[in-house]
Protein backbone atom coordinates (compact mmCIF):
# COMPACT_ATOMS: atom_id res chain seq x y z
CA UNK A 1 0.00 0.00 0.00
CA UNK A 2 1.48 3.18 -0.92
CA UNK A 3 0.46 6.68 0.37
CA UNK A 4 -0.61 9.28 -2.80
CA UNK A 5 0.79 12.47 -1.48
CA UNK A 6 4.60 14.55 -0.83
CA UNK A 7 7.55 13.23 -2.30
CA UNK A 8 7.51 10.67 0.11
CA UNK A 9 4.65 8.97 -1.16
CA UNK A 10 5.99 6.71 -4.21
CA UNK A 11 9.01 5.79 -2.10
CA UNK A 12 7.66 4.15 1.15
CA UNK A 13 5.35 1.52 1.85
CA UNK A 14 2.64 2.99 4.61
CA UNK A 15 3.67 0.46 7.50
CA UNK A 16 7.68 0.67 8.40
CA UNK A 17 9.72 -0.88 11.22
CA UNK A 18 10.98 1.21 14.02
CA UNK A 19 14.01 0.00 14.88
CA UNK A 20 14.45 1.38 18.47
CA UNK A 21 13.57 -1.44 20.48
CA UNK A 22 16.92 -3.55 19.37
CA UNK A 23 19.17 -1.05 20.91
CA UNK A 24 17.21 0.23 24.10
CA UNK A 25 17.00 -1.83 26.94
CA UNK A 26 16.25 -4.47 27.43
CA UNK A 27 17.54 -5.45 24.42
CA UNK A 28 18.35 -8.68 22.06
CA UNK A 29 22.39 -9.27 21.69
CA UNK A 30 23.80 -8.36 18.52
CA UNK A 31 23.68 -11.59 16.58
CA UNK A 32 20.11 -12.19 17.64
CA UNK A 33 19.34 -8.40 15.96
CA UNK A 34 21.35 -9.63 12.67
CA UNK A 35 19.32 -12.61 12.20
CA UNK A 36 16.06 -10.90 13.06
CA UNK A 37 16.40 -7.75 10.40
CA UNK A 38 17.49 -10.45 8.11
CA UNK A 39 13.81 -12.24 8.76
CA UNK A 40 12.39 -9.07 8.36
CA UNK A 41 14.13 -7.92 4.69
CA UNK A 42 13.65 -11.56 3.35
CA UNK A 43 9.50 -10.63 4.43
CA UNK A 44 9.85 -7.90 2.23
CA UNK A 45 11.04 -4.92 4.64
CA UNK A 46 11.52 -1.68 2.51
CA UNK A 47 11.41 1.07 5.30
CA UNK A 48 13.41 1.52 8.61
CA UNK A 49 13.48 4.12 10.81
CA UNK A 50 16.24 4.38 13.26
CA UNK A 51 18.45 7.62 15.03
CA UNK A 52 21.81 8.00 16.35
CA UNK A 53 20.29 7.65 20.03
CA UNK A 54 18.93 4.26 19.50
CA UNK A 55 21.41 3.22 22.11
CA UNK A 56 22.41 2.85 25.73
CA UNK A 57 24.36 5.89 26.48
CA UNK A 58 26.40 8.64 24.49
CA UNK A 59 29.27 5.93 24.66
CA UNK A 60 26.68 3.26 22.68
CA UNK A 61 25.49 6.07 19.91
CA UNK A 62 25.42 4.53 16.65
CA UNK A 63 24.13 1.43 18.12
CA UNK A 64 21.03 0.95 16.15
CA UNK A 65 22.08 2.59 12.82
CA UNK A 66 25.47 0.16 12.98
CA UNK A 67 22.88 -2.83 13.29
CA UNK A 68 21.08 -2.12 10.01
CA UNK A 69 24.25 -1.19 8.40
CA UNK A 70 25.71 -4.53 8.96
CA UNK A 71 22.07 -6.45 8.13
CA UNK A 72 21.92 -4.61 5.29
CA UNK A 73 26.04 -4.50 3.64
CA UNK A 74 25.61 -8.17 2.13
CA UNK A 75 21.77 -8.43 1.65
CA UNK A 76 20.79 -8.59 -2.32
CA UNK A 77 17.74 -6.01 -1.68
CA UNK A 78 20.17 -3.34 0.11
CA UNK A 79 19.83 -1.13 -2.30
CA UNK A 80 15.93 -1.36 -2.03
CA UNK A 81 15.64 -0.08 1.33
CA UNK A 82 15.28 3.39 2.63
CA UNK A 83 16.07 3.96 5.59
CA UNK A 84 15.30 7.07 7.59
CA UNK A 85 17.49 8.39 10.37
CA UNK A 86 17.45 11.25 13.00
CA UNK A 87 19.76 13.56 14.88
CA UNK A 88 19.57 16.68 17.48
CA UNK A 89 19.58 14.60 20.51
CA UNK A 90 21.98 12.83 23.48
CA UNK A 91 22.75 9.98 25.60
CA UNK A 92 24.57 11.21 28.57
CA UNK A 93 23.85 8.95 31.34
CA UNK A 94 21.40 6.97 29.41
CA UNK A 95 19.11 10.16 29.39
CA UNK A 96 17.91 11.91 26.59
CA UNK A 97 18.40 15.64 25.90
CA UNK A 98 17.93 17.88 23.02
CA UNK A 99 21.77 18.75 21.06
CA UNK A 100 20.34 20.71 18.39
CA UNK A 101 23.08 23.73 17.82
CA UNK A 102 24.09 23.45 14.36
CA UNK A 103 27.94 22.17 14.88
CA UNK A 104 26.14 19.40 17.34
CA UNK A 105 23.79 18.52 14.18
CA UNK A 106 26.44 18.38 11.57
CA UNK A 107 28.57 16.38 13.53
CA UNK A 108 25.81 13.97 14.29
CA UNK A 109 24.95 14.08 10.63
CA UNK A 110 28.45 12.78 9.77
CA UNK A 111 28.58 10.10 12.53
CA UNK A 112 25.28 8.93 10.99
CA UNK A 113 26.76 8.71 7.30
CA UNK A 114 29.94 6.63 8.80
CA UNK A 115 27.33 4.48 11.24
CA UNK A 116 25.07 3.73 7.90
CA UNK A 117 28.08 3.28 5.66
CA UNK A 118 26.35 5.60 2.83
CA UNK A 119 27.60 8.63 1.23
CA UNK A 120 24.22 10.33 1.52
CA UNK A 121 21.04 9.84 4.00
CA UNK A 122 17.64 9.45 2.12
CA UNK A 123 16.17 11.28 5.03
CA UNK A 124 17.52 13.14 7.81
CA UNK A 125 15.04 14.26 10.70
CA UNK A 126 15.34 16.52 13.59
CA UNK A 127 14.55 14.18 16.49
CA UNK A 128 13.20 16.77 18.25
CA UNK A 129 13.49 21.50 18.43
CA UNK A 130 15.90 22.03 21.25
CA UNK A 131 14.43 24.56 23.81
CA UNK A 132 17.79 26.40 24.09
CA UNK A 133 18.62 27.04 20.19
CA UNK A 134 16.37 28.96 17.90
CA UNK A 135 14.71 26.42 15.90
CA UNK A 136 15.22 28.30 12.32
CA UNK A 137 19.20 27.77 13.20
CA UNK A 138 18.52 23.83 13.42
CA UNK A 139 16.54 23.68 10.55
CA UNK A 140 18.54 25.73 8.69
CA UNK A 141 21.51 23.52 9.28
CA UNK A 142 19.65 20.64 7.80
CA UNK A 143 19.14 22.32 4.62
CA UNK A 144 23.08 23.50 4.63
CA UNK A 145 23.40 19.42 4.93
CA UNK A 146 21.38 18.80 2.33
CA UNK A 147 22.65 21.40 0.02
CA UNK A 148 26.19 20.22 0.74
CA UNK A 149 24.84 16.88 -0.59
CA UNK A 150 25.15 14.89 2.58
CA UNK A 151 21.17 14.31 2.93
CA UNK A 152 18.92 14.07 0.47
CA UNK A 153 15.91 15.04 2.36
CA UNK A 154 15.17 17.21 5.09
CA UNK A 155 12.70 15.70 8.10
CA UNK A 156 11.10 17.06 11.26
CA UNK A 157 10.39 15.64 14.59
CA UNK A 158 8.13 15.99 17.74
CA UNK A 159 7.30 20.00 16.08
CA UNK A 160 4.09 21.82 16.07
CA UNK A 161 2.29 23.23 13.41
CA UNK A 162 4.28 26.31 13.69
CA UNK A 163 7.41 24.66 13.73
CA UNK A 164 6.14 23.24 10.47
CA UNK A 165 5.07 26.29 9.24
CA UNK A 166 8.36 28.09 10.29
CA UNK A 167 10.62 25.14 8.90
CA UNK A 168 8.83 25.28 5.29
CA UNK A 169 9.74 29.17 4.84
CA UNK A 170 12.90 27.95 4.92
CA UNK A 171 13.27 25.07 2.44
CA UNK A 172 11.51 21.83 1.61
CA UNK A 173 10.06 19.50 4.29
CA UNK A 174 10.12 16.55 3.45
CA UNK A 175 8.09 14.17 6.43
CA UNK A 176 7.03 15.18 10.15
CA UNK A 177 7.41 12.20 12.38
CA UNK A 178 4.98 12.70 15.74
CA UNK A 179 3.57 10.48 18.41
CA UNK A 180 0.01 9.21 17.10
CA UNK A 181 -1.86 6.19 18.40
CA UNK A 182 -5.42 5.43 19.26
CA UNK A 183 -4.49 6.59 22.98
CA UNK A 184 -2.42 9.61 21.70
CA UNK A 185 -4.07 11.43 19.21
CA UNK A 186 -3.13 15.19 19.81
CA UNK A 187 -0.98 15.25 16.36
CA UNK A 188 -4.60 14.95 14.74
CA UNK A 189 -6.03 17.79 17.22
CA UNK A 190 -3.00 20.03 17.46
CA UNK A 191 -3.66 20.55 13.70
CA UNK A 192 0.01 18.79 12.67
CA UNK A 193 -1.35 15.88 10.69
CA UNK A 194 -3.76 18.24 8.61
CA UNK A 195 -0.98 20.68 7.86
CA UNK A 196 1.20 17.90 6.99
CA UNK A 197 -1.78 16.82 4.48
CA UNK A 198 -2.24 20.31 3.06
CA UNK A 199 1.54 21.03 2.49
CA UNK A 200 2.46 17.39 0.80
CA UNK A 201 4.50 16.43 3.68
CA UNK A 202 4.40 12.50 4.88
CA UNK A 203 3.27 12.30 8.35
CA UNK A 204 5.53 9.34 10.25
CA UNK A 205 3.44 7.95 13.26
CA UNK A 206 5.57 6.81 15.82
CA UNK A 207 4.84 4.88 19.04
CA UNK A 208 1.35 3.70 16.55
CA UNK A 209 0.32 0.83 18.81
CA UNK A 210 0.81 2.82 22.15
CA UNK A 211 4.45 2.99 22.67
CA UNK A 212 5.73 1.65 25.83
CA UNK A 213 3.64 3.70 27.87
CA UNK A 214 -0.11 2.71 26.45
CA UNK A 215 1.06 -0.44 24.22
CA UNK A 216 -1.05 -2.91 26.62
CA UNK A 217 -4.01 -0.52 27.04
CA UNK A 218 -4.01 -0.28 23.54
CA UNK A 219 -3.96 -4.24 22.68
CA UNK A 220 -6.34 -4.67 25.55
CA UNK A 221 -9.14 -2.33 23.81
CA UNK A 222 -12.35 -4.50 23.09
CA UNK A 223 -13.08 -2.51 19.74
CA UNK A 224 -9.74 -3.14 18.30
CA UNK A 225 -10.10 -7.03 19.65
CA UNK A 226 -13.58 -7.76 18.43
CA UNK A 227 -12.67 -6.39 15.24
CA UNK A 228 -9.45 -7.89 15.02
CA UNK A 229 -11.19 -11.39 15.92
CA UNK A 230 -13.91 -10.99 12.95
CA UNK A 231 -11.03 -10.76 10.87
CA UNK A 232 -8.57 -13.08 12.04
CA UNK A 233 -5.68 -10.59 13.21
CA UNK A 234 -4.37 -8.86 15.92
CA UNK A 235 -5.74 -5.45 18.06
CA UNK A 236 -2.44 -4.32 16.92
CA UNK A 237 -2.72 -4.39 13.29
CA UNK A 238 -6.67 -3.25 13.35
CA UNK A 239 -4.78 -0.25 15.83
CA UNK A 240 -2.59 0.21 12.47
CA UNK A 241 -4.96 0.49 9.94
CA UNK A 242 -7.10 2.34 11.32
CA UNK A 243 -4.27 5.02 11.92
CA UNK A 244 -3.81 4.85 8.38
CA UNK A 245 -7.27 5.78 7.78
CA UNK A 246 -6.81 9.30 9.32
CA UNK A 247 -4.83 10.75 6.77
CA UNK A 248 -3.56 9.78 2.91
CA UNK A 249 -0.56 10.64 3.57
CA UNK A 250 0.22 9.34 6.99
CA UNK A 251 2.53 6.42 7.57
CA UNK A 252 3.12 4.27 10.77
CA UNK A 253 6.66 2.66 12.24
CA UNK A 254 5.85 0.55 14.94
CA UNK A 255 8.53 -0.96 16.38
CA UNK A 256 9.24 -4.72 16.85
CA UNK A 257 11.47 -6.96 18.18
CA UNK A 258 10.04 -10.16 17.41
CA UNK A 259 8.94 -11.57 13.94
CA UNK A 260 5.63 -12.19 14.71
CA UNK A 261 4.90 -8.90 15.36
CA UNK A 262 6.30 -6.99 12.19
CA UNK A 263 4.09 -9.55 10.90
CA UNK A 264 0.99 -8.68 12.45
CA UNK A 265 2.43 -4.67 11.58
CA UNK A 266 2.31 -5.44 7.55
CA UNK A 267 -0.61 -7.13 7.76
CA UNK A 268 -2.23 -3.82 8.66
CA UNK A 269 -0.84 -3.01 4.59
CA UNK A 270 -2.97 -5.84 3.21
CA UNK A 271 -6.49 -4.84 4.97
CA UNK A 272 -8.94 -2.47 4.45
CA UNK A 273 -11.47 -1.41 7.05
CA UNK A 274 -14.66 -1.14 6.39
CA UNK A 275 -16.76 2.18 6.72
CA UNK A 276 -19.11 0.91 9.54
CA UNK A 277 -15.39 -0.09 11.51
CA UNK A 278 -13.92 2.74 10.81
CA UNK A 279 -17.12 4.69 12.22
CA UNK A 280 -16.72 2.42 15.18
CA UNK A 281 -13.01 2.48 15.92
CA UNK A 282 -14.24 6.52 15.72
CA UNK A 283 -16.52 6.54 18.44
CA UNK A 284 -14.11 4.45 20.60
CA UNK A 285 -11.20 6.86 20.19
CA UNK A 286 -13.38 10.00 20.21
CA UNK A 287 -12.75 11.43 16.44
CA UNK A 288 -15.45 13.63 16.02
CA UNK A 289 -12.98 16.07 13.49
CA UNK A 290 -13.10 13.36 10.39
CA UNK A 291 -14.84 14.27 7.20
CA UNK A 292 -16.15 11.47 5.36
N1 LIG B 1 10.74 10.56 16.91
C1 LIG B 1 10.62 10.19 18.17
O1 LIG B 1 10.79 11.00 19.09
C2 LIG B 1 10.29 8.76 18.48
C3 LIG B 1 9.91 8.40 19.78
C4 LIG B 1 9.57 7.06 20.01
C5 LIG B 1 9.63 6.14 18.97
N2 LIG B 1 10.04 6.53 17.73
C6 LIG B 1 10.10 5.57 16.60
O2 LIG B 1 8.86 4.90 16.49
C7 LIG B 1 9.07 3.50 16.55
C8 LIG B 1 7.89 2.80 17.19
O3 LIG B 1 7.61 3.37 18.44
P1 LIG B 1 7.65 2.52 19.79
O4 LIG B 1 8.59 1.38 19.61
O5 LIG B 1 7.84 3.51 20.87
O6 LIG B 1 6.16 2.05 19.97
P2 LIG B 1 5.09 1.09 19.23
O7 LIG B 1 5.49 0.86 17.85
O8 LIG B 1 3.77 1.68 19.49
O9 LIG B 1 5.20 -0.21 20.10
C9 LIG B 1 6.28 -1.04 19.98
C10 LIG B 1 6.00 -2.38 20.63
O10 LIG B 1 4.68 -2.85 20.37
C11 LIG B 1 4.72 -4.17 19.88
N3 LIG B 1 4.03 -4.21 18.59
C12 LIG B 1 4.41 -3.61 17.44
N4 LIG B 1 3.55 -3.86 16.45
C13 LIG B 1 2.59 -4.64 16.98
C14 LIG B 1 1.42 -5.24 16.45
N5 LIG B 1 1.08 -5.08 15.17
N6 LIG B 1 0.66 -5.99 17.28
C15 LIG B 1 1.00 -6.16 18.57
N7 LIG B 1 2.10 -5.61 19.13
C16 LIG B 1 2.88 -4.87 18.35
C17 LIG B 1 6.19 -4.58 19.69
O11 LIG B 1 6.48 -5.67 20.55
P3 LIG B 1 7.76 -6.63 20.41
O12 LIG B 1 8.94 -5.79 20.74
O13 LIG B 1 7.49 -7.67 21.45
O14 LIG B 1 7.85 -7.16 19.02
C18 LIG B 1 6.96 -3.33 19.98
O15 LIG B 1 8.06 -3.50 20.83
C19 LIG B 1 10.40 3.35 17.29
O16 LIG B 1 10.98 2.09 17.06
C20 LIG B 1 11.17 4.50 16.74
O17 LIG B 1 11.70 4.16 15.47
C21 LIG B 1 10.35 7.83 17.46
Request: aromatic fraction near 8%; glycine fraction near 6%.
Given at each position: MLRPLGVLGPLLPAVGWGAMPLSVPP????????????????????????????????GD?????????SALREHPRRSEVFVATKGGLRRPGGDWVEAGSPLALRRACEASLRALGVEQLALYQLHA???????????????RLREAGKIARVGLSNVSAVQLAEACALGPVASVQNRLNPLDLSAAEDGVLAACER????FIAYSPVGGREERAEVLANPVLNAIG???GVG??????????????????IPGASR???YQASVAAM???LSTADVHALDTEFRVFWRQV
Open positions: RPTEVESGALIEAFLDLGLRFVDTADVYCTDDLGHNERLIAPDPAVPFADSVGELFLGVAARLPGTIALSWILTLSSNCFVLSTHLT
